[in-house]
């Protein structure tokens, strides 16, 4: 379709409108945008065609779009307006774009007022479905103002009206009056308008900044013109809330409620009418608040709870609520209903909510105070204080100062009490308990008392106030609990709902009157009124604690431990007591941390903590709680005793004494220290006794006898001094009795002795008989206790060793068998075991042993004494089994070595030695030390050239002198014991010879021959020990005795004694004596390095007497096979001194083959034939082959024969020194080895005489070196060594002064 023109389009387009071809129209409006595309009226046209046709979506797009082209002109706002009247918008953005064209439409209608009505009808419309009100309001007043109002707008514009409130009052009272006076409108829906009205003009009064008292009287006079018509709970709902609001801004935690009786019956009558109907829920919680109300002002205060619940969905609920919680003082449950309350408060009417705010914020600091929430008290005090300042409330006053009562700020306190007291006068009630409160805490208990007094008579009926003054003369030092008591029963009369006072009447029958079963009833009372209350909790679990059900008062206590609060300490206090009761130290240990932490300050727990420590065997961490105890209280006696007691248990016996003294110096009567400082004596003793020590254990017996007599004398009910006593005699059993004594309290000797704490001196056999009266005390004492019956069999057992009376014996067992009556034990089969084989019944013993065994198989002791009695019978093989099951029980235990040792020495076996030797390691035994003693003393003796071989020497020699020294020590303690023993010094004096202590060898073989005085001359034992004796004098140079001995023993001894009397004439200068017996020694022996060695002693003794006689003796060692090493390096050094180089080398040569033939044969040289050697090397100046063999033996000789720890003078070394030649580096070894060696007497001949030899200059460079030396010698500490090393290099020393 074509057109001239855009305008003939139009026209073209109109005529079809008008026709209502809308297709056509379409058409020719494509043509009219084919040739302007921004033609205004086609697209008017467009989207008429579109709306008729019910294309709405187009339709509103091309009428947006002609406004957008033409935005001022009429007809697009129009076609849009015409496209919404059609098409009713549902989607926010339409009725937003409606409004809008509408709005805009309005502009053009100057005049038509019929087109504004419907437009401003149609706006109201709109702007009421946005939720935009006020515009709609705007709109409908509008419509009122034009006079086109129907009946419907007007029930219409109540029902916006309705919706908002403080909004067109007086338009709602002449919509209500129009729609009232149409009879078109059905009672039905005037009734509802009406009610609509009076909600509304409710939530006005509501929003209202101040209360409107002509306001609220209409809205009382419209629902009660209401209501006498017809009933409606939402009316009935607003005159609820109109006396509600009256009564609840008036709420005071101190005073009474008061309803006025019309508000009760509305009340009351609401809460019935909803009751009685199933579809009234929405009113249920303005009902329940009434009725509550009601129930509180009546005094129905347990049924006004029921309500607490339904009405606490509003924001005055809440508070009423909290009021009834606090009633039932249920102060954490009102707190929480405040909190919430306080976050309700805007709902509450504008004008209320400072008042509600208020009274939230009072109520709050009342469950506060009550609950004694220190810090949540003053989180609130800045607040409460601004509240009291401004307002005239007395309420608020009091309030604060109980407030800094409770902080402790009494004088602040008691300023605001006295500001308080200038503005309301004294007459309050309030005052006088707040004087009371500030009064009780200066503790000023009689002053309060009268104002308690003065509040009571105010108000007579307020249990606080009784509780309150009860409390009062419950602290008074002076007063008697009673009254208290009768002041808590008047306060349970009155208030039967407080906690507190069952908690304080639970006080007086635990505390006064010690009813325990009444005092649990009273707390648990308590706890039913205040559930999971801290303090209560805690005091019933102490009376459950008090009464012994332990297990109970935990599992209420344990109820604290999510949150203990203020009675933290007193809390884990009790909480770790009871773990140490059922043993549990570790959760006792962290209750009392957790205290600590706390309060570091804390004394006793730190002294309970200490005690947990204890009991769990933390000595040290123990130790460390008891001395922080110390720093608090330095003068704590159960501190310090428990001091005393870890250094005992640790072993720290001295240190324990010393503190006990502490003690007793503090309080001399003090029981438990003196029976520790008893104990820790005893302690002392044993251990002295196991060193050898017996002069020290006799001093500590005596001295705890002392102590534990005194302890006796005071309690002598205790059965353990009793005890203790018995064992500090009986501990001296293993002593000597010869020249035994000691001091002891002259009571225990005498019963009757006047004399309270006086020694006396008593011998071995009165301390046991002092022991056998304390067990047997002990005994009459607790005579139950089986191991007393033991302690007193054992003690007779003792008697009968002592005296051989066997009647002792006989007493002895039938003791034992009672205890074996008394209590089964296997100590005591084992006791019954000991005394039946002192009876020698055998069957019996066997039986006791093995009876033990089967009590306790983990039985070393039984286990070692029957091994002993089969080995003592013959039984070898059961002996080993019993003695090996002892050793797998407890290797430590000494006496199953000792057997089995025992027994492999009967049998010969090689590893006796080995077996006393393990025992005597593992600890001190008389028998293992004397056994172990023999066998070092045998295997020095039987030492020879194969041992020599077959390990080091040097090696060798330092297990034996560790086995001298071990044996010594053992044999030490046991002859300070058994002073009877001949045997035992006998092997002592050869350890001491062995060790170099010479005198002290000298003095144990002479009190070995004192106890062998009677004895035949022919006894072995007798030959044995002279013979040691006389060598040990020929070593210390006492010849003549020496001599005498060994000529008295010629005809009995044997090749060693004639060896040693051939040493000892060679020591006392019958050189020629000494020379034949070692020939004559030599001839009764074949070819052997032993024949060899002997005629190179010979020519030792032959050197003095001419130099022929020992050549002829050397070769003759030579000669001997196989020839003697000493006496090939002797051989060298004669030739030496003779010039005779062929004779060295030929020395050389042998000495050569010996050591290539046998490697270990170096091993055998002396350290001063290394030096001899050495010598002769250095004086061989024009010989090189002889030097260069010499040179060969050095370089082969074994090292460690430099560091022997056996020196033997080797004479003719040094006797030949002289004649050789040194150099100075030589000397300078020379000097270095008396340095390293000081008691080897070779290494100081042979620097004597190299300083012989050297020139002037040398002479005077070493001789200082020497003297400085010996003076070193002469100024040792150690008498022994000194004496030992002199001894040693007296021939040297001899030298030296004759060369100086």
């Known amino acids: ?209 101040v209360r409107d008292p002509a306001l609220e009287s209409k809205i009382r006079k419209e629902c009660l013109d209401y209501l006498a018509d017809s009933l409606s709970c939402s009316i009935m709902s607003v005159l609820a809330s109109l006396s509600i609001d009256n009564v609840i801004p008036n709420f005071k935690q101190t005073e009474d409620i008061v309803v006025p009786e019309d508000a009760r019956e509305r009340l009351t009558k ?65 707190l929480m209903l405040l909190q919430e309350g306080r976050a309700m408060i805007k709902t509450a009417p504008a004008f209320l909510r400072d008042t509600y705010d208020r009274q939230f914020q009072l109520y709050q600091a009342v469950c506060y105070i009550d609950m004694r929430s220190h810090s949540s008290t003053a989180t609130i005090l800045p607040s409460l204080s601004k509240t009291a300042e401004s307002n005239t409330d007395i309420e608020a006053s009091v309030l604060l100062a109980r407030a800094y009562v409770l902080l402790g700020r009494l004088d602040t306190a008691q300023a605001v009490l006295d500001r308080t007291l200038d503005t309301f006068g004294s007459e309050n009630h309030l005052l006088w308990a707040l004087k009371g409160e500030i009064l009780h805490g200066r503790k000023e208990y009689i002053a309060s008392l009268e104002c308690w007094s003065l509040a009571l008579k105010v108000k007579p009926k307020c249990g606080k106030y009784h509780l309150q003054k009860g409390i009062v003369l419950w602290e008074m030092p002076s007063n008697d609990k009673l009254e208290a008591y009768g002041t808590f029963l008047e306060a349970a009369k009155l208030d039967p709902l407080d906690a507190a006072v069952f908690l304080y009447i639970g006080h007086y029958q635990r505390l006064v009157a010690n009813d325990l079963g009444r005092a649990v009833k009273c707390y648990e009372k308590a706890l039913g009124l205040k559930p999971n209350n801290a303090e209560t909790l805690l005091q019933l679990g102490d009376a459950f604690f008090a009464t012994g059900d332990i297990d109970t008062a ?102 324990a004494v010393s503190d006990y003294t502490t003690v007793l110096e503090l309080d001399s009567s003090y029981i438990p220290a003196l029976k520790g400082r008893g104990e820790s004596n005893l302690a002392i003793a044993v251990s002295a006794l196991k060193e050898g020590f017996n002069g020290r254990a006799v001093d500590h017996i ?19 001094i009793w005890k203790l006593i018995g064992d500090c005699c009986n501990s001296l059993y293993d002593l000597d009795g010869e020249g035994f ?22 011998q071995k056999l009165d301390i046991f008989l002092i022991a056998k009266r304390a067990y047997g005390r002990a005994v009459q004492l607790s005579p139950g206790v089986s191991l007393h019956w033991h302690d007193l069999a054992i003690s007779h057992y003792y008697l009968g060793k002592l005296t051989g009376n066997m009647e002792y014996f006989q007493t002895a067992l039938q003791l034992m068998q009672k205890a074996l009556t008394t209590g089964s034990n296997y100590l005591h089969w084992i006791g019954l075991g000991v005394i039946a084989k002192a009876l020698s019944n055998f069957p019996l013993t066997q039986h006791a042993f093995i009876k033990s065994i089967q009590l306790e198989s983990n ?123 001949p045997c035992a010094y006998n092997y002592l004096g050869l350890l001491y010879e ?107 003794a032959s050197y003095l007497g001419g130099q022929e006689l020992c050549k002829e003796l050397l070769f003759n060692a030579f000669k001997t096979s196989p020839p003697s090493l000493h006496g090939l390096v002797a051989l060298a050094v004669l030739g030496t001194i003779n010039n005779d180089q062929a004779l060295v080398q030929a020395t050389a040569v042998e000495i050569l083959r010996i050591i290539e033939w046998d490697s270990n044969a170096a091993t055998l040289l002396h350290s001063s034939c290394m030096l001899a050697l050495k010598c002769v090397h250095f004086s061989l100046q024009n010989s090189n082959q002889a030097k260069e063999s010499i040179a060969s033996v050095i370089s082969k000789l074994s090292p460690p024969m430099m560091h022997s720890l056996f020196p033997q003078v080797n004479v003719l070394s040094s006797m030949t020194l002289d004649t050789l030649c040194v150099c100075s580096s030589d000397m300078a070894e020379a000097q270095k080895m008396v340095h390293m060696y000081p008691a080897n007497p070779c290494y100081l001949s042979t620097l004597v005489f190299m300083l012989r030899k050297s020139n002037c200059e040398l002479k005077e460079k070493y001789k200082t070196a020497v003297l400085l030396h010996v003076t070193t010698i002469l100024s040792m500490d150690n008498c022994d060594v000194k004496n030992h090393i002199l001894q040693r290099t007296l021939p040297e020393l001899k030298q030296i002064v004759s060369l100086m």
């Open 1 to 209: 379709m074509a057109f001239k023109d855009v305008k003939a389009g139009l026209k073209a387009a109109k005529d079809a409108v008008s026709k209502e071809e809308y297709r056509d129209v379409l058409r020719i409006c494509e043509a009219i945008f084919d040739m302007d595309g921004s033609c205004y009226m086609a697209c008017i046209f467009t989207g008429l065609a579109y709306l008729k046709l019910g294309n709405t979506a187009s339709s509103k797009q091309y009428y947006k779009r002609a406004i957008e082209l033409q935005p001022d002109e009429k007809l697009g706002w129009k076609g849009l307006a015409d496209f919404y009247d059609k098409q009713k918008p549902t989607v926010a953005q339409e009725m937003v774009d409606a409004v809008t064209a509408y709005q805009k439409l309005l502009q053009y209608l100057d005049t038509d007022l019929e087109k504004k009505y419907l437009t401003w009808t149609k706006l109201a419309s709109l702007e009421g479905k946005l939720g935009n009100i006020k515009e709609a309001l705007q709109y409908y007043h509008l419509s009122v103002e034009s006079q086109h109002v129907s009946i419907d707008l007007w029930v219409e514009i109540i029902g916006y009206l309705c919706s908002i409130p403080d909004e067109d009052l007086e338009l709602m009272s002449k919509a209500v009056a129009v729609i009232m006076e149409s009879p078109s409108v059905s009672t039905e829906t005037k009734a509802k308008l009406r009610e609509c009205s009076i909600l509304k003009l409710h939530r006005t009064y509501k929003t209202r900044p």
């Open 270 to 334: 609401l809460h019935n009418t909803v009751a009685g109907s199933a579809g009234l829920s929405g009113f249920d919680s303005i009902a329940a608040l009434g009725q509550m109300l009601v129930l509180i002002a009546n005094g129905n205060w347990k049924e006004a709870k029921d309500f607490v619940q339904r009405a606490s969905s509003l924001c005055e609920g809440m508070l009423a609520a909290a009021h009834v919680h606090i009633h039932f003082h249920d102060h954490s449950s009102a």
């Open 554 to 655: 935990y599992s209420v206590h344990s109820k604290l431990l999510a949150d203990p609060g203020p009675f933290a300490k007193q809390l884990y206090m009790t909480i770790g007591l009871y773990h140490r009761k059922k043993g549990d130290n570790t959760a006792a240990i962290q209750c009392f941390q957790n205290i600590l932490e706390m309060d570091p300050q804390d004394r006793h727990c730190w002294e309970c903590l200490g005690e947990a420590y204890l009991s769990r065997g933390s000595l040290n961490s123990a130790f460390e709680a008891f001395t922080e105890v110390l720093k608090l209280e330095p003068q704590s006696i159960n501190t310090l005793h428990q001091i005393a007691n870890i250094k005992r248990i640790q072993g720290l016996f001295f240190g």
């Open 702 to 720: 005596s001295l705890a006898l002392r102590d534990l007599t005194k302890a006796a004398r005071l309690r002598p009910q205790f059965v353990c």
């Open 741 to 762: 004594s000691i001091a002891v309290p002259a009571i225990l000797v005498d019963a009757t002795s006047t004399a309270q704490y006086d020694c006396t001196t008593v």
């Open 859 to 981: 039985n070393p002791v039984a286990w070692s004494n029957l091994g002993a009695l089969y080995l003592e019978h013959g039984r070898a093989e059961l002996a080993h089994e019993a003695f090996k099951y002892a050793q797998s029980f407890d290797p430590t235990y000494v006496p199953a070595w000792i057997g089995q040792a025992m027994i492999a020495e009967s049998i010969g076996h090689n590893e006796t030695m080995d077996l006393f030797r393990h025992a005597t390691e593992l600890a001190y035994h008389p028998q293992g030390a004397v056994g172990y003693s023999y066998w070092v003393c045998h295997s020095l003796q039987t030492i020879d050239r194969k041992l020599v071989l077959e390990c080091d020497g040097a090696s060798l020699n330092v297990t034996a002198q560790r086995g001298v020294l071990q044996a010594r020590d053992g044999l030490d303690k046991c002859v300070r014991s058994r002073h009877k023993d």
């Open 994 to 1100: 062995q060790e170099g202590l010479l005198n002290s060898s000298m003095m144990a073989f002479l009190s070995a021959l004192e106890l062998l005085k009677g004895q035949p001359e022919s006894d072995h034992r007798v030959v044995a020990v002279k013979f040691n004796c006389a060598r040990v004098q020929s070593a210390l140079g006492r010849h003549l005795e020496a001599e005498t001995l060994y000529y008295s023993l010629v005809s009995t001894a044997d090749f060693i004694g004639k060896l040693d009397m051939a040493l000892a004439l060679f020591r006392a200068s019958k050189l020629q004596d000494s020379v034949q017996m070692y020939q004559l020694l030599s001839e009764s022996l074949d070819a052997s390095a032993n024949r060899s060695n002997l005629f190179t002693g010979a020519a030792m």
